[in-house]
């Protein structure tokens, strides 16, 4: 009985599974998450593009409409938004320059530590499960608020990088802005249709009757 080939799908699957669950050392863990954070950064868009002409700013003509637009220009923006919330937070916590440091230092444990991590972490030899890393980081994270005090500047920063960002997405047209195909399909702004190489491009373009 002939053996069945394995397609190129069901074998790279093995390889993706390996990245992620052999032990590597901690600092190989901080380094691959930082790599992964760059990359991210570096899917911010051009902030002339960003803040756009007054052409491209206008009413959505009702709420569902007001709902997609900001659903679009938060796949699409969002980097840039998450940018503007981060600045906002650090400028309300200026006047206390240990604050800022301290809860900076808290937040990036957080990306390094929990949302660009991908591997498992290690510690002396013993496995740290995701749900211990949550934990920990929480109780650092209540430890330095209760610390240093700002809770109510940091609220106040962090509503108004808010209210830019929901203003912004609801304001921007999204009309001619191209989304890469792959977070369009992760979004559900378009439905992935069986492959097709004749037709396929590199990416996906939304121009939404508003």
Do not use: K
């Not at 992964?36 to 950064?41: A, I, Q, W």
């Not at 106040?156 to 209210?163: E, K, N, Q, R, Y």
């Amino acid at each position: 009985m002939p053996s069945v080939p394995t397609t190129s799908t069901a074998a790279a699957a093995p390889a993706a599974a390996t990245y992620t669950t052999i032990p590597i050392s901690g600092i190989d863990v901080v380094s691959r998450s930082a790599q992964n954070l760059s990359v991210s950064l570096s899917r911010c868009r051009p902030w002339p593009e960003f803040l756009a002409t007054i052409s491209a700013l206008d009413f959505p003509s009702s709420l569902s409409a007001a709902y997609l637009r900001f659903r679009r220009n938060g796949s699409y923006f969002s980097v840039n938004y998450t940018i503007i919330i981060t600045a906002c937070a650090a400028l309300s916590l200026i006047g206390s320059p240990v604050a800022l440091v301290i809860i900076g230092f808290v937040f990036f444990l957080w990306l390094i530590l929990h949302f660009f991590r991908e591997d498992p972490l290690l510690i002396w030899g013993h496995h740290v499960s995701d749900w211990t890393v949550i934990m920990g980081l929480g109780l650092v994270s209540v430890a330095a608020l209760w610390i240093t005090g700002p809770l109510s500047s940091l609220s106040i920063g962090i509503g108004v990088g808010l209210s830019i960002s929901v203003v912004h997405g609801v304001l921007r047209n999204p009309e001619g802005l191209f989304l890469d195909e792959n977070d369009a399909v992760s979004n559900g702004l378009i439905v992935s249709n069986p492959p097709a190489p004749s037709t396929r491009s590199g990416g996906a373009s939304f121009t939404p009757p508003l």
